[in-house]
């Protein structure tokens, strides 16, 4: 009788019988979503009780990879009573069930899992009678997430979003975003409805520049948010807005009633201590350190500090008051500069503005002029204004990008918007400009012709 063809069947019984491998690494993989806590099963068919047993955990190698040390239990010791060598992306995330050792459970939870954990791990009880080893596949989701600090390549920043317009009945919105691949962005409301946007995308060099502009006549809350599918990042921004003040405005009604309340409370509590002295309900004893007089003068002098502190915010340009709209009239064919400067004085030489003109229609705002740190060759900027505008190498370390149109036509009448992208506390800036006739001789008392 031929039993060549029953050795490898004869092999398997072998292997298995050795514990050298198990049947049950043939179970379903078990699924998580990312950062969830997930368990790893791996039970004894028979219940015998392992307290004073030795099993360990291993993920199995992948690619270039080693084994890594997951879990090891040896008689009540393991990696989180002492023992050492555990991998260091699974410390102080791996933990077992110690009550339910007893019945010949070696299962471990995974706290917070990552992507990386995804992969093979084994089970393995090498001094049991008959050792057995068991195999479990785990597949760990990506969810949508803010994924800005595991540096990703091309992962989109937190989008830049500023009130760009503003009147008593409507306010235009901006946001500004880059990454790669393209994000997909949205404005939404305090509820999570989208809202109709008009988009503007650039794609300079490896990365796409997304700009999405709204206009809202509600006060509410709004929300920039940029998804990015495929790597799972999502991230978002939002802003304030009420239809009647700007948001500097907002800001200095907020903290100057905060202000006067902590005065009001001070005066208060003064007061109070004054007359409960004078009835005899509180006596001082002078024992170290200030006299009640100074006491006093401390406490009513604390909202000034706060008062001078909220004028220096707004001196800092922290907090913005009012976007006036610079006006500037030009006749035909001369230069123009359009003014565009910090009150901060910041250093902008390796940092990136651009100067954008508003149209006319609905419809995709032209670049005028894109800085990037002192890159030379700058893709994206509008056909109609190559070869005419300038900038000021030598005053962006004082804070000013403003920028100069050469041989100015009649077209390029319009609101221009300056937009720095990498500041901290970024600032917008307007000027309307209105090119006129060069034959144009009369001109209104408030109004200056270059």
């Known amino acids: 009788m031929d039993l060549l063809p029953l050795l490898p069947l004869l092999c398997l019984c072998l292997l298995t019988c050795s514990g050298v491998t198990s049947a049950q690494q043939n179970q379903p993989p078990v699924n998580v979503e990312e950062d969830s806590d997930v368990v790893l099963p791996c039970s004894l068919s028979t219940k015998e009780d392992i307290e004073f047993k030795l099993f360990v955990w291993r993920k199995v190698p992948q690619k270039y990879e080693g084994w890594k040390e997951v879990f090891q239990y040896n008689a009540g010791i393991h990696y989180n009573k002492g023992r050492g060598g555990q991998s260091e992306e699974f410390k102080g995330r791996v933990s077992h069930f110690q009550d339910e050792l007893k019945h010949g459970d070696a299962s471990i939870t995974i706290r917070n899992t990552k992507m990386a954990d995804s992969g093979e791990y084994s089970c393995y009880f090498p001094n049991l009678q008959t050792p057995q080893t068991f195999y479990i596949k785990l597949v760990v989701g990506r969810v949508l997430k803010d994924r800005s600090g595991e540096n990703i390549p091309g992962a989109a920043p937190k989008p830049f979003v ?44 490896n990365l796409f520049y997304v700009t999405l502009r709204t206009t809202v006549t509600q006060t509410d809350r709004y929300r920039c948010v940029a998804t ?108 123009v500069t359009l003014p565009c400067s910090l009150s901060t004085k910041e250093d902008l030489t390796s940092k990136r503005f651009i100067w954008r003109k508003r149209p006319e229609e609905r419809g995709e705002w032209p670049t005028v002029f894109l800085y990037e740190g002192q890159r030379k060759e700058v893709e994206g900027q509008d056909k109609h204004f190559q070869g005419r505008v300038e900038y000021f190498p030598e005053e962006l370390k004082q804070g000013n990008v403003s920028i100069k149109i050469k041989k100015t036509t009649k077209a390029d009448s319009g609101y221009y918007v300056c937009d720095h992208l990498d500041l901290q506390n970024p600032q917008l800036f307007i000027v309307q400009l209105v090119v006129v006739d060069a034959s144009t001789q009369k001109k209104k008392k408030h109004d200056s012709i270059i």
């Open 228 to 335: 990015q599918k495929t790597i799972s990042h999502q991230v978002s921004n939002e802003i304030s807005v009420i239809t009647w003040l700007s948001p500097g405005w907002i800001i200095l009604i907020v903290v100057a009633v905060v202000v006067a309340v902590v005065a009001v409370v001070n005066v208060v509590v003064v007061i109070a201590v004054a007359v409960f002295v004078k009835m005899g309900y509180i006596t001082l004893y002078r024992i170290k350190g200030p006299s009640l007089g100074w006491i006093i003068l401390i406490v009513v002098l604390t909202p000034v500090a706060g008062v001078l502190a909220l004028m220096m915010l707004v001196y800092k340009g922290y907090i913005i008051l009012d976007q006036k709209k610079k006006f500037i009239k030009v006749k035909e064919g001369r230069d």
């Open 162 to 205: 500023a009130i760009l317009d503003q009147t008593k009945d409507r306010s235009l919105l901006q946001c500004d975003v880059h990454g790669d691949p393209e994000p997909e962005v949205e404005w939404r409301d305090s509820a999570g409805n989208k809202l109709p946007a008009e988009t503007q995308v650039e794609p300079i060099r």
